[in-house]
């Protein structure tokens, strides 16, 4: 009975999100977050919650304020205002089990380039309090699945920047979280290295590790989320399964055009009697339609009236750009 | 938690430790720098004689040239007169030459006015000191001497020739026996005097401005990991920022100790300097080192890079070893330099090994071992609060 009952100590807020937190397989609940530097708002009112088990990825394009959510979630920052709960541990109160809960993994590499791989590996272990054989077996082990058993006794410092990514990766794993926070862990690397960080990121949640995962790569977010969160100027716009995402484009699908000038004002005006919506960056055209195949005709009949030159045209599937696009008027990457 | 503290503060030693410039800046430089100085100013197992020329003859000129060849100090060459020593000066043959007058016996029992030349080499200058003070301490007991034999002699009433005899060999034997004693007296005092000194003084000068320097390096690896974000990764793992903190700060500290340990070492097995009794020597030494690791505290509590680190670093070293006393002594400062070094972490600690040299317990030792740790602790707090405030960020 005493454990139902809030306490002085616990609001009820709180209280219940831990409830919500346990009883349902929630591993992370943010509430209503807020994060500010100074007067500057870098996280405005940001609530999603994290199954156990799931992959969830926090989609927004730079200055969105993902690293700094993240930086809240890692006991970094306190929050502003707002609650987070993990594994039903509050992250103000309980800081030292939500640490040992959380795995991380920076934006930036926060490895030490004067030593080796494995001694990385050993030092970020033995803070937490991993220590003899066990530290050893569970180096090599990471080394092995990250592909640089290899490479374990040469300087971090030498590596390549995937092959760093990829130690940054192991050094959040060393004390087996449960939750593993991974902020665009693919930023700068080639495509070889990228995909070698999917597939892993893949097998770890395969092994049942809960991920939360930034990105402001939609074809990311796309192959590796259970669910995603759409975040822009430090709120989430838009939240859901890949399947709901698409849904939340409707129909809809966007047409792209490259001219060779820009339009006038008043071309794009008679333009938007044909479409639903326009978005015009120079002579980049991006436009939604209903019907995209059947408006394509009668946009193109325009675009010659008015004397335009077509170079490049382009019909998509909706995709969480076109969600990204529809939601904000704004590319995700520029 | 203490294990956390050993592992993080471990790490950053061994960081250090990898770098090759720290090996050539804690174990290299200390090396040859008690080299130089020591051939420079002589050490202190072998002080290499300065050649002295003496132009004088009879006793009171032999018994001087006997007296600085036994100080060890000095190799007495005989001139004719006073221009061929002045020569001798000039050219370099001979760093101080000393011109007695000429039938200074009989000067001394006629009661003449006594005038003795002294030269000296001015590059030169500590130890021709030193050699001329021998000198001049010996003329005093001459001229005492002297003053003594007057009185008896003006005293002498003897009324047989055989009274005369004895209180002829009384007064001899009482002078004689000042001059042993006093010369005796001399040798002792000026030997070990200023030569060892100035070298024992450079090797802890020195030595405390390498411990600061070292602690800006170790600060400067504080900075790097926060521009890289390994702190964030630590401050992510269970260890609070009071912890890191710790850890940190007992980096710079044993980086400290390492550095001065290292110019301890060195100058007394290779000079054989001596810093003192190895207990009185301690906590001075664990003092120095935590005002050094409070220096690196308050450089990185205003450095916002690197590069300011480094340069700000240099600048207050070099400041604070130009007013402390690791640039020149102590003594030597001018009034203003005089109050401004008492805030400077190399004039205590100057101070305070030069009193442990001496075997001293002197309140001043406590008090300057007192006012290092105080400085410890003014810079750990600072340098904590402004990493804190960093931390979150
Ligand atoms: N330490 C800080 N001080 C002041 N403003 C900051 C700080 N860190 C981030 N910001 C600002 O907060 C906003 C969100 O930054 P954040 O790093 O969280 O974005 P992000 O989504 O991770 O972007 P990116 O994809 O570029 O990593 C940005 O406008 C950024 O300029
Ligand atoms: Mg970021």
């Known amino acids: 009975m005493a454990l139902l009952m809030p306490t002085l100590e616990t609001p009820r807020p709180f209280f219940l999100l831990m409830i919500y937190g346990t009883m349902l397989g929630v591993v992370l609940v943010v509430k209503n977050l807020q994060k500010r530097y100074d007067k500057f708002i870098a996280v405005h009112d940001v609530s999603f919650h994290v199954q156990r088990g799931e992959v969830y990825g926090l989609l927004g394009p730079n200055g969105a304020g993902k690293s700094s959510t993240i930086r809240v979630l890692s006991c970094l920052a306190k929050p502003d205002s707002g609650s987070v709960v993990i594994d039903g541990s509050d992250i103000v109160q309980e800081q030292a089990k939500v640490k040992r809960t959380i795995g991380i993994v920076p934006q930036d590499f926060a490895l030490y380039d004067d030593f080796s791989a494995l001694e990385n590996l050993v030092f970020f272990g033995r803070l937490y309090g991993i220590s003899g054989r066990d530290l050893k077996i569970r180096a090599q082990e990471l080394l092995e699945a990250v592909g640089l058993l290899e490479r374990s006794h040469e300087a971090v410092g030498t590596f390549s920047g995937g092959m760093k990514r990829r130690i940054n990766i192991a050094a959040g794993l060393m004390h087996k979280p449960k939750m593993l926070y991974l902020d665009e862990p693919t930023v700068g690397i080639d495509p070889q290295s990228r995909r070698k960080i999917l597939d892993l990121v893949k097998t770890l949640n395969a092994s049942g590790l809960t991920v939360l995962y930034t990105t402001h790569y939609m074809e990311e977010a796309e192959e590796l989320c259970h669910r995603i969160g759409v975040i822009d100027q430090g709120k989430i716009i838009a939240e859901g399964t890949l399947a709901q995402m698409r849904q939340l484009a409707g129909e809809t699908a966007p047409i792209r055009l490259e001219l060779r000038e820009p339009l006038a004002a008043s071309q794009l005006e008679q333009l938007k009697t044909l479409v639903d919506e326009i978005i015009a960056e120079e002579n980049t055209l991006t436009l939604f339609a209903r019907d995209p195949k059947d408006a394509l005709s009668g946009i193109l009949q325009m675009l010659s009236s008015f004397g335009a030159h077509v170079h490049h045209l382009e019909l998509d599937e909706p995709d969480l750009e076109t969600v990204f696009l529809k939601l904000t008027g704004r590319r995700l990457r520029d | 938690m203490i294990n956390v503290i050993i592992v993080i503060a471990w790490r950053d030693l061994l960081a250090q430790l990898r770098s090759r410039s720290f090996l050539v800046q804690t174990l290299l430089l200390p090396f040859i720098l008690t080299l130089l100085i020591g051939n420079a100013i002589g050490g202190t197992r072998k002080v290499d004689p300065l050649p002295v020329a003496l132009v004088g003859s009879g006793e009171i000129s032999q018994s001087i040239g006997a007296l600085l060849e036994q100080s060890g100090l000095a190799k007495v060459h005989g001139l004719p007169d006073a221009s061929s020593a002045e020569k ?295 340098g904590s609060f402004q990493l804190n405030r960093r931390f979150r960020q």
């Open chain 2, 88 to 382: 001798a000066v000039r050219t370099g043959e001979a760093t101080i030459a000393v011109v007695l007058p000429e039938r200074l016996e009989s000067k001394v029992l006629r009661s003449d006015p006594l005038e003795v030349r002294i030269l000296i080499d001015p590059t030169s200058h500590q130890r021709g000191e030193v050699v001329k003070q021998l000198v001049q301490g010996y003329m005093q007991q001459l001229e005492a001497a002297r003053a003594a034999i007057l009185g008896g002699v003006r005293a002498l009433a003897p009324s047989t020739a055989q009274e005369l005899q004895s209180t002829l060999t009384l007064i001899r034997a009482k002078v004689e026996k000042q001059f042993q004693v006093a010369s005796i007296d001399l040798q002792t005092k000026e030997a070990s005097g200023r030569s060892q000194g100035i070298f024992a003084y450079y090797a802890v000068a020195f030595g405390v401005m390498f411990t600061l320097l070292s602690a800006t390096n170790g600060a400067g690896g504080v900075i790097d990991e926060l521009e890289r974000g390994t702190i964030h990764r630590l401050l992510a793992a269970p260890v609070t920022p009071v912890l890191l903190l710790v850890s940190k700060f007992l980096a710079l500290w044993l980086l400290g100790v390492w550095q001065l340990g290292a110019f301890a070492i060195f100058s007394s097995l290779i000079y054989g300097v001596s810093w003192g009794a190895p207990l009185a020597v301690l906590p001075v030494l664990l003092a120095t080192a935590a005002a050094a690791a409070g220096f690196g505290g308050i450089i990185i509590g205003i450095s916002r890079s690197r590069e300011q680190l480094n340069t700000l670093s240099l600048v207050f070293v070099l400041v604070m070893s130009l007013l402390g006393g690791s640039m020149w002594p102590l003594e030597t400062l001018p009034g203003a330099a005089q109050v401004l070094s008492k805030f400077t972490y190399n004039r205590w600690s100057i101070e305070a090994f030069q009193l442990t040299a001496l075997g001293s317990s002197d309140p001043h030792l406590y008090l300057a071992t007192g006012v290092l740790f105080a400085m410890a602790v003014v810079g750990v707090v600072f």
